[in-house]
């Protein structure tokens, strides 16, 4: 009997590959348990058909990052934050204050923990990075402004 894998099952195949297997181990285990579905012509095409809609959803979602990843570049932001008498700033700047900024200032919204950058204690610019999901990041200018 040929099936169609679901989900990935030890020493058989990765969920989305087509097996021949034993009437009993198919039916029973494999279908029984939900790792595979008979492979009907049905149960192909609808997984051909849902295949091509991931790909296209996938494909949106890779045109939207890369998108928003480009109005990143062109982005500076400034915070401003209060200084000691030793020029330090009281406490770094953190992921939470740069993503706030961001919405605040150029209305852009991005998750705090895609931000990477190094330790921010003093005055000066930055550049921090954004990385995104498909290997996509983008790098923009932020300024910290001491303020007494």
């Known amino acids: 009997m040929k099936v169609l894998l679901i989900k990935d099952v030890k020493s058989l195949g990765k969920a989305g590959e087509?097996?021949?297997?034993?009437?009993?181990?198919g039916n029973n285990f494999l279908i029984g348990k939900g790792y595979a579905k008979a492979a009907t012509t049905e149960v192909l095409r609808q997984y051909e058909a849902n295949k091509k809609k991931e790909a296209a959803r996938i494909e949106e979602?890779?045109?939207?990052t890369q998108s928003l990843a480009n109005l990143l570049k062109s982005v500076s932001i400034n915070i401003q934050?209060?200084?000691g008498a030793n020029g330090a700033l009281f406490g770094s700047i953190t992921k939470d204050e740069i993503?706030?900024?961001l919405k605040e200032q150029k209305a852009i919204e991005i998750d705090k923990k895609s931000?990477?950058?190094d330790t921010i204690k003093?005055?000066?610019i930055y550049e921090i990075t954004a990385k995104f999901k498909h290997g996509?990041?983008?790098k923009f200018a932020l300024e910290v402004v001491g303020i007494k």
């Open 81 to 83: 934050k209060q200084i």
């Open 115 to 117: 931000l990477e950058f």
């Open 61 to 64: 979602e890779i045109e939207k």
């Open 99 to 101: 993503a706030n900024a």
């Open 122 to 124: 003093t005055n000066g």
């Open 18 to 25: 087509i097996k021949e297997v034993k009437d009993g181990y």
């Open 136 to 138: 996509i990041f983008a």
